[in-house]
């Protein structure tokens, strides 16, 4: 499996300001996605990070919220914008390692605290 | 009905038994099916996955999928007070590389 590592750990944020997030893997992969895990609950996934081109969002998240980048085959960034005390959170990104079984290694995670 | 379910728990077994996690699923097309095991204050860690019907075997752990019931399980012999977390179930939906957790069993091993 990868070594992940994400940048912050945890961050405290003020109400309408904006936080990013950074995922580093140590060897290129294919695929990255970005979920959220918000407090009691289990993984949602925001988008899928795809190398040159645009995310794909899932339904219920949007670009201008979450704003992603992916500008090779080991980095990501997630932007959350205008943040909100809802916006608290624990932000995962993970590694899909294999085309056939579609299995995925997660990141240690940044635990966002909105004020 | 939800895509991935899973009972919440908490489960409790005595130390050394066996513990039983079921998990259900609902897309009929899903071809990959994963245990990921969370500490409190961590993140998910991979333990098993499987992807053929019946019994994979790993140490302690065992993981068994019946595609005809949309059914898997994991099943952890000699539990250890290590083992106490929150088991997650997910499932490789849409056809695609996308994976859909259940909300996770929390399970607790006791002396």
């Given amino acids: ?115 | 009905q939800k895509e991935v379910e899973q009972n919440s728990g908490p489960l409790s077994v005595p130390e050394g038994a066996i513990a039983s996690l079921n998990c259900t699923y609902s897309d009929r097309g899903s071809q990959s099916f994963f245990w990921y095991r969370q500490y409190s204050g961590k993140s998910p860690e991979l333990i098993m996955f499987i992807y053929s019907n019946g019994d994979k075997e790993d140490g302690r752990f065992t993981a068994q999928l019946n595609k005809a019931s949309q059914y898997v399980s994991l099943l952890i012999r000699d539990s250890q007070p290590s083992d106490s977390a929150t088991y997650l179930c997910a499932v490789n939906t849409g056809g695609g590389n996308k994976l859909t957790f259940g909300t996770g069993t929390q399970l607790k091993v006791e002396l």
């Fill in chain 1, 1 to 115: 499996s990868a070594v992940i590592s994400q940048k912050p750990s945890r961050d405290i944020c003020q109400r309408g300001t904006s936080l990013t997030i950074q995922c580093q893997v140590d060897s290129q992969v294919t695929m990255m996605f970005w979920y959220r895990q918000q407090p009691g609950q289990s993984l949602t996934l925001i988008a899928t990070a795809n190398q040159g081109s645009e995310a794909t969002y899932e339904s219920g998240f949007v670009i201008d919220k979450f704003p992603i980048s992916r500008p090779n085959l080991t980095f990501s960034t997630l932007t959350v914008s205008n943040m909100s005390p809802e916006d608290s959170s624990i932000y995962l990104c993970s590694v899909g390692v294999s085309s056939n079984f579609y299995e995925q290694y997660f990141g240690p995670g940044t635990r966002l605290t909105v004020t």
